[in-house]
């Protein structure tokens, strides 16, 4: 059954009961109905009897982070991912954007997605970042004033090092328990490469073999939440062919690992590709999944840390792991993990959201600031560098100083002993 053929069944599955309502970030903002998951699928049964696309209706499914807490919270089980994706993809199809609006979209996705156009971007962005430059064109606010969508993406950069490549090979430590496939990631590989130098160290020393392909490519995850269906498609295929011969593909962000897992349906329309995406997507594990899989064996070495957990949705609501990677931290001696208020609540970040939609953005990111914030811990653990970056960005503007990581950067902390500063002191 094709997408549009399956759209009025899953639009009939809503009773508009209303439980999705308080976990719904933009309508816990702003309280409008439309601006909920029953009232965008109210907009979305109306398109489906035939009203075309107007410019209101564009902006109500626009402002939709695309979180999923909605679909966590729903006791009928409605499948509202499919329904936003499904909807997006008509939007991109059916509705003239504006000129500037082409612009902003197209420049993300020409570059995000292209490790080396982002690598490319890596020197003229540390020398900016250095140079001093950075605070002044804050102060400024030229950007702010020419596009507040380019003011963000300066302003959620994160502070750029040097970028260590990754051998296509971590041989296993301490005895072979089994070969995983890792996928770097665009945005993970370019801006946090400290995150998957970690990632390949913990899985060693857990006794795998780590095979990181050097011709992968974007999974596809931005292209495929933002309605770009055939792009998402190509991305998609190309993934599929990298990593299939792969007995397990260990993924560290949540949103690519989310997109992977949803490659069953992206290509199941695609008789040459379907079987092999499914296969693909049965064999996706983020790696705190993985890791409690596989079981521990490399020991544990004490980390007197108190840190904040953060729930990334595409991790919990997407691919329901929540208890995995607290089950992992708290098995670290001297570690301490406090849990962060209305963690179903979306940071903002939702991909490239806080790139097209900054002001509602920043507003979810000062609110989980002020969450994190208030549980007095000194490391915030993330599984995704969308949402590092975003309550990075917002800790920042609150003053607090709150340092950030990825859950492989505190287990490699912890099976190398390397101590609470090589956590606690670094500068992103």
Request: aromatic share 4%.
């Amino acid at each position: 059954m094709s997408a549009q053929e399956d759209m009025p069944k899953l639009l009939g599955e809503c009773v508009h009961c209303g439980f999705c309502l308080p976990t719904c970030p933009t309508y816990v903002l702003w309280g409008e109905e439309m601006d909920s998951p029953r009232g965008r699928i109210h907009l979305m049964q109306q398109h489906a009897d035939g009203e075309p696309l107007s410019g209101a209706m564009v902006e109500h499914f626009d402002a939709c982070l695309g979180c999923m807490a909605c679909v966590t919270s729903c006791p009928s089980g409605v499948q509202y991912d499919r329904l936003i994706e499904m909807t997006r993809a008509d939007v991109e199809r059916e509705h003239p954007r504006s000129l500037k609006e082409r612009a902003i979209r197209e420049m993300v996705f020409q570059l995000f997605p292209y490790k080396r156009r982002l690598h490319a971007l890596r020197g003229p962005l540390r020398a900016y970042q250095k140079s001093g430059l950075e605070r002044l064109v804050r102060r400024s606010g030229v950007l702010e004033r020419l596009s507040p969508s380019l003011a963000a993406m300066e302003r959620l950069a994160p502070p750029l090092g040097p970028s260590p490549r990754l051998p296509e090979r971590v041989a296993a430590r301490g005895g072979y328990r089994a070969t995983v496939g890792m996928l770097t990631g665009c945005v993970q590989g370019e801006f946090f490469p400290g995150v998957n130098a970690a990632t390949a160290r913990v899985l060693a020393l857990e006794g795998c073999d780590v095979v990181i392909p050097r011709g992968q490519g974007c999974c596809g995850a931005l292209s495929l939440h933002s309605g770009r269906e055939e792009e998402a498609r190509a991305f998609a295929r190309r993934t599929v062919e990298t990593f299939e011969s792969a007995d397990v593909i260990v993924v560290n962000s949540a949103g690519c690992g989310s997109a992977m897992k949803e490659y069953r349906a992206l290509l199941a329309d695609e008789p040459a590709w379907a079987r092999r995406a499914e296969a693909l997507s049965a064999k996706t594990r983020d790696l705190a999944e993985f890791l409690v899989e596989l079981g521990p064996r490399a020991e544990r070495r004490p980390l007197p840390v108190t840190l904040a957990y953060h729930d990334a949705c595409h991790l919990s609501h997407a691919q329901g792991v929540r208890d995995q990677p607290r089950a992992l931290l708290a098995a670290i001696p001297e570690l301490t993990v406090r849990e962060v208020a209305e963690p179903d609540i979306c940071c903002g970040s939702a991909g490239t959201y806080n790139l097209f939609q900054p002001e509602a953005a920043g507003e979810l990111g000062d609110r989980k600031a002020v969450n994190v914030d208030a549980t007095q811990a000194e490391l915030l653990v993330a599984a995704n560098p969308g949402c590092s970056m975003q309550i990075a960005t917002a800790l920042r503007r609150r003053g607090a100083g709150i340092a950030i990581a990825h859950t492989a950067q505190v287990l490699d902390a912890s099976l190398r002993g390397l101590g609470r500063d090589a956590l606690v002191a670094r500068d992103s």
